[in-house]
C-alpha cells in the first residue's frame, strides 16, 4: 500500500485542483479482471480538505494557549483581528469555534451574551407569559476568553481568564 497512497493522494489532487486535500481510510476494495487477463485493484477513500498554512498555525497557537485549560470550560471569542489579505475573517471565526468544540470546550456566543441578559430581565418584568419564560438565573457565565491576530508575518493567540482577568496563554507563531 506504500505506492498506492500516493497514487491515491494525486488522484484526489487533480480531482480537487483548487484545494490543499489529503486522503484518510484507504482501504482495498474490489478487484477486477480485464479483458486481457489482467488484474486491477481498486481501493477506497476519503479524500478531506486540508488545512492552509494560516489556519494550521491557528490551530497550533490555540492548541499551545490552551493546553493547560481542562475540557469543557466555556469560551467566548473576544476579539479577531486579520489583517492579511487572503483570510476570510467569518470563515476563521467559525474554524476557531469548531477547533475548539472538537477539543471538548463549550463555546458562547459572546455577541448575544447582552441580548439574551435583557431578555431574561424583560422575562422578570412580569409581562411575559410565566409558561413561556427562561428560568431565571439561568445564565451560563464564560470562564475564557480568546482573541486571534493574524498578520502577514504570524498569528498570534491570546486567552484571558475572565475571573482573574489574567493570561493564560499567549502565543505567536510566526507563519
Do not use: C, W
Not at 478531506?48 to 467566548?76: H, K, W, Y
Not at 476570510?88 to 439574551?116: F, P, R, S
Not at 419564560?133 to 484571558?160: D, K, L, M, P, W
Amino acid at each position: 500500500m506504500t505506492l498506492i497512497k500516493p497514487a491515491a493522494l494525486r488522484e484526489a489532487s487533480q480531482a480537487h485542483p483548487n484545494k490543499e486535500v489529503g486522503i484518510r481510510n484507504l482501504k482495498e476494495g474490489d478487484l477486477k479482471v480485464n479483458g486481457d487477463g489482467s488484474v486491477s485493484h481498486y481501493y477506497n477513500y476519503t479524500v478531506v480538505e486540508l488545512p492552509g498554512v494560516v489556519a494550521q498555525n491557528l490551530f497550533n497557537a490555540i492548541s499551545q494557549a490552551t493546553r493547560e485549560i481542562d475540557e469543557g470550560n466555556r469560551f467566548a471569542l473576544d476579539k479577531l483581528t486579520i489583517l492579511d489579505s487572503q483570510t476570510d475573517k467569518e470563515k476563521t471565526k467559525g474554524q476557531i469555534v469548531d477547533y475548539l468544540l472538537g477539543k471538548g470546550y463549550k463555546v458562547v456566543a459572546k455577541e448575544h451574551l447582552e441580548k439574551l441578559y435583557k431578555e431574561q430581565q424583560g422575562q422578570q418584568s412580569g409581562i411575559y407569559n410565566a409558561e413561556t419564560t427562561v428560568e431565571g438565573n439561568n445564565f451560563t457565565a464564560v470562564g475564557y476568553f480568546i482573541s486571534a491576530r493574524i498578520t502577514e508575518e504570524y498569528v498570534q493567540v491570546q486567552v484571558v481568564n475572565v475571573s482573574t482577568g489574567e493570561f493564560e496563554g499567549n502565543v505567536t507563531v510566526n507563519l
